[in-house]
């Protein structure tokens, strides 16, 4: 079984960075594609950006051009760039890979406030 570990989320002040990071405990390979989402309090969870694996990305139109989706070459991870952060971005953001299986990580908590 394929897990995901999320990881760098934190507390920022607005108009600042974090960068998050997702480890898959297998390297997943294949035609699929990775996706960041986020669920705010007291609201659905959406999906901010996904990247397939030909390297295209989409996002929301609330992240365009603050928020960039990378991932490894060799399947094994996948990040989200976050900068000039607004208090709107504050939620639990939750990495996962859509392929042949959909794998779902634990969450890390984005807390963006002064």
């Known amino acids: 079984q394929v897990h995901l570990v999320e990881s760098g989320g934190g507390l920022v002040q607005p108009g600042g960075s974090l960068r998050l990071s997702c480890a898959a405990s297998?390297?997943?390979?294949?035609?699929?594609?990775w996706a960041w989402n986020r669920q705010a309090p007291e609201k659905q969870r959406e999906r901010v950006a996904l990247i397939d694996s030909d390297d295209t990305a989409t996002y929301i139109g609330s992240v365009k051009g603050r928020f960039t989706i990378s991932r490894a070459n060799n399947g094994s991870a996948v990040y989200l760039q976050m900068d000039n952060l607004h208090p709107d971005d504050t939620g639990v953001y939750y990495c996962?890979?859509?392929?042949?299986?959909?794998?779902w990580g634990q969450g890390t908590q984005v807390t963006v406030s002064s």
């Open positions: 996962n890979w859509i392929g042949e299986m959909k794998i």
């Open positions: 297998t390297a997943l390979r294949g035609i699929g594609a």
